[in-house]
T-cell receptor
Framework: KAGVTQTPRYLIKTRGQQVTLSCSPI?????VSWYQQTPGQGLQFLFE???????NKGNFPGRFSGRQFSNSRSEMNVSTLELGDSALYLC????????????FGPGTRLTVT | TQLLEQSPQFLSIQEGENLTVYCNSS?????LQWYRQEPGEGPVLLVT?????EVKKLKRLTFQFGDARKDSSLHITAAQPGDTGLYLC????????????FGSGTQLTVLP
């Protein structure tokens, strides 16, 4: 099976712009979660989607949003970018509804200048 | 808010040495997972422990879940340079607040 894919892998944006990141989960996985990883804060949960519905949300401002399509592919959007949004954004898919084992993609490295 | 504290934060050892990484919390988790992340890649799941007191072995890696399901440890025997990476523990909470809480990570460097 192909793993989780994320596009683009690298992105440079300017403060105030918006960005959309894409994630394709492992075939058959219906749960997609997004995480932000920074050296200072570590890996933080953004939100989870299951069957096109946001099932859980972390403690991030409303500038961070996402959606999931009927084929389980997911996108996340960050509006009005700030310098502090520079991070590695990781997408993970899961099929296990009990232990929530996550299968991560390689991430999108976002740099905001 | 559930927190997971990992220690040590950084560990640099020589090839062949043994090491233990700890993951502690005041909260109870329904399961606990360990991941390893290498530069430029996403974390890769190593193991999931579910039952209090459970011990799982993966070659030279031994994982233990505390009896009260609040803490876990990862022990590596005879470390090799290929073990180098960022080790992350993650606790799963159940019910309506279902999500993973990640520890801050342990950066392990094994020198040849």
């Amino acid at each position: 099976k192909a793993g989780v894919t994320q596009t683009p892998r690298y992105l440079i944006k300017t403060r105030g712009q918006q960005v959309t990141l894409s994630c394709s989960p492992i075939s058959g996985h219906r749960s997609v979660s997004w995480y932000q990883q920074t050296p200072g804060q570590g890996l933080q949960f953004l939100f989870e989607y299951f069957s096109e519905t946001q099932r859980n949300k972390g403690n991030f401002p409303g500038r961070f949003s996402g959606r999931q399509f009927s084929n389980s592919r997911s996108e996340m959007n960050v509006s009005t970018l700030e310098l502090g949004d520079s991070a590695l954004y990781l997408c993970a898919s899961s099929t296990d509804l009990v232990s929530y084992e996550q299968y991560f993609g390689p991430g999108t490295r976002l740099t905001v200048t | 808010t559930q927190l997971l504290e990992q220690s040590p934060q950084f560990l640099s050892i020589q090839e062949g040495e043994n090491l233990t990484v700890y993951c502690n919390s005041s909260s109870v988790f329904s399961s606990l997972q360990w991941y390893r992340q290498e530069p430029g890649e996403g974390p890769v799941l190593l193991v999931t422990v579910v039952t209090g007191g459970e011990v799982k072995k993966l070659k030279r890696l031994t994982f233990q879940f505390g009896d009260a399901r609040k803490d876990s440890s990862l022990h590596i025997t005879a470390a090799q340079p290929g073990d180098t990476g960022l080790y992350l523990c993650a606790g799963a909470s159940g019910g309506s607040a279902r999500q993973l809480t990640f520890g801050s990570g342990t950066q392990l460097t094994v020198l040849p």
